[in-house]
């Protein structure tokens, strides 16, 4: 039986996506199914363009994503600025060409949260790349030229599903946004005959 594709939405400026990451690919391990990690660019106000209400969101959603990290030993420090993480996703997807997407992104979310990585710089990127012995020379060719053709494909993607925010998981076209709704989509494994006995 083939594996079953998953899709993940995701977005390295998210702390909620950073506490997904791991135990979404987890899944492969114990269902049929193929996760398929897909780069869309969060887009978010800065502090001054938020409604009070919104800053009052965005401060608790810290607060919350520091409760579910501090259990597993992850660091979340909340970034000083927007950041437009294109170089970080377009680094992501050229790491998947390696074989080294998840060691790429676990370092990209370690660092960027705490404060060490500027996800918008691409020497910055090129820096990570470089640190686990992928060529920064071949990243900074792929970033202006077939990962930007790549990543824009992830953007049309990500229209044509409605993708609103991430973590958002896909599995047969239903939706399951969050990181806390990986059980609910473990339950939908389970319930499709995908858990590997």
Known sequence: MQPKEVKMYSDYKSP????????????EQRYRIRLRWIPFQLR??????RSLYSEHKAQYSY???RRWAKPRGLIIRGPLKVYDTTPALIGGLFAEQHGRLLDYSRRVYELFFKRELEADQPDAVASVIASLGMSAGDY?????GDGALAYQRAQDEAA???V????????EGEPFWGHDRIPVLEARLTEAGLAIA
Not at 16 to 27: E, I, N, T
Not at 44 to 49: A, L, P, R, S
Not at 140 to 144: A, I, P, T
């Open 164 to 171: 609103f925010g991430v973590p958002l998981f896909f599995f």
């Open 16 to 27: 909620f996506a950073y506490l997904a990451f791991d135990p979404a690919f987890a899944l």
């Open 140 to 144: 900074r060719k792929y970033l202006s």
């Open 160 to 162: 044509n599903d409605h």
């Open 63 to 65: 607060l919350d994503a």
């Open 44 to 49: 978010i106000k800065g502090k001054g363009e």
